[in-house]
């Protein structure tokens, strides 16, 4: 099953497995983000993830659709959340099945690649010292905030 989604709500990991589940594949691989407690050595609190939803919820079908074209794999899942997300949540996920795990390998990293490069997401660092900082977004794929 492919299963595409932008979401405030947990990443549950079990259900997202069971949507790649195959019995006609030997492999699965499973990227899954979290919010980090610093960033180029400056404590944070956590992220707030804004986006444009329908922009969002297409470009993350596309990037699944392409994958499965360009990869021998049977099924994609890509979730990803928004909002406020603190230390230690899982704030991406992208896995797939596939028969070898060559193929699964190099398909999870294309995809949490262009996941980062494509899709118009911005993330927002609460910093520990109480300020805030949006990040700068990859050169020629986002627009700015």
């Known amino acids: 099953m492919d299963y595409y989604l932008i979401t405030e709500d947990p990443i549950n990991l079990a259900e997202a497995l069971s949507m790649i589940d195959d019995p006609s594949t030997g492999a699965q691989a499973i990227f899954l983000g979290t919010v980090r407690n610093e960033f180029e050595g400056r404590a944070s609190l956590g992220l707030y993830y804004d986006v444009y939803p329908p922009m969002a919820q297409s470009q993350i079908r596309k990037i ?49 690649d262009r996941v980062k490069q494509q899709v118009p ?20 794929t986002k627009e700015p905030r």
Do not use: M, N, T
Request: without cysteine.
């Open 64 to 112: 699944g659709e392409a994958l499965k074209e360009e990869f021998d794999i049977r099924h994609v899942v890509i979730i990803h959340r928004i909002g406020e997300l603190p230390v230690g949540a899982a704030s991406v996920l992208v896995a797939v099945s596939a028969p070898h795990r060559e193929q699964a390998f190099a398909a999870a990293k294309a995809g949490i």
């Open 121 to 140: 997401i911005w993330k927002k660092e609460h910093w520990a010292d109480g300020s805030s900082q949006w990040h700068d977004e990859p050169e020629g």
